[in-house]
Every structure is written in structure tokens, then in C-alpha cells.
């Protein structure tokens, strides 16, 4: 929309509640977990935890969302700003090891990936689709 001001494009970009967020790199980009935390937050999400996936060089970002679909508007305001996919997982499907400080769920048939937030709405793993929202202003 050629009429959208930035600041109604920022206001936009807000989470209308709170979002707490684990942010994976799955690029190989040097950074790129850091420099997307800062985006987000600067937009009102918290961040807990990020670091660098377990599997790296993915072109599509995930957010993986483990409030079992109870927060839908957020989920499609992340998917919408990040360029990302959806995975939608069970409880079962997120696994806590006796004496670990993580929780781990798979990230494909061949890799689990680890949560080290005890707190959170939706783990995103980066991948380079999500470029141009970390490069805008």
C-alpha cells in the first residue's frame, strides 16, 4: 500500500501480547540469529534464547509453534513479516531428558533440535528466506 507510513507499517509489525521466542540460525549466515533478535524485539517480541541450529543451510525459515495453535494471529503476523513455514508440534513430539537443560523436537526425519527456553511460544529456525525483513529498516 503506496499510502502506509512507516510507522503504521512498524505498528504492524507489533505483537498485540506477549510473544516469547527461541531464535535458531539455520543459515550459514555469520550473525543472522543476533541481527534478527534485535529486529524482533525492536518490534515488541522477547527474546529468550538464539543461537545456531543443529542442521544449517536452509533456504525456508520454520517457526515452530508449541502453544498447540493457541495464539493463530501472532503465529500469521511472524509467518507474514519472517517468510517463514508453519510446524505445528505435538507435545508429544517435544521430548525432556532427566537431568538436561533442554527439551529437543525434530527439525527433520534426520536431526532433533534443541529448546533451551522453558517459557516460549515459537522456536524459529532461519533460514535465507527470511533476508530482506532482518536487512529492512
Known amino acids: 500500500d503506496p499510502f502506509t507510513t512507516q510507522a503504521d507499517r512498524k505498528q504492524a509489525e507489533k505483537p498485540q501480547e506477549t ?16 541481527q534478527a533478535a534485535a529486529k524482533l524485539e525492536e ?3 522477547e527474546i529468550t534464547s538464539l ?5 544449517r543451510g536452509f533456504d525456508q525459515s520454520a517457526i515452530y509453534d ?3 495453535g493457541k495464539k493463530p494471529t501472532e503465529l500469521a503476523r511472524l509467518q507474514r ?5 508453519i510446524v505445528s508440534l505435538s507435545s508429544s513430539q ?21 529448546i533451551y527456553s522453558t517459557n516460549i511460544d515459537f522456536v ?14
Open 19 to 34: 510473544i516469547r521466542l527461541e531464535i535458531k540460525n539455520g543459515t550459514f549466515r555469520t550473525n543472522f540469529a543476533a
Open 43 to 45: 518490534s515488541g517480541y
Open 51 to 55: 543461537g545456531n541450529a543443529t542442521k
Open 66 to 68: 508449541l502453544t498447540g
Open 81 to 85: 513479516l519472517l517468510n517463514a513455514d
Open 94 to 114: 517435544i521430548v525432556s531428558t532427566t537431568g538436561s537443560s533442554y527439551r529437543t523436537f525434530p527439525l527433520d526425519k534426520d536431526t532433533t533440535e534443541k
Open 124 to 137: 524459529l529456525v532461519l533460514g535465507d528466506a527470511s533476508l530482506a525483513y532482518v536487512q529492512s529498516h
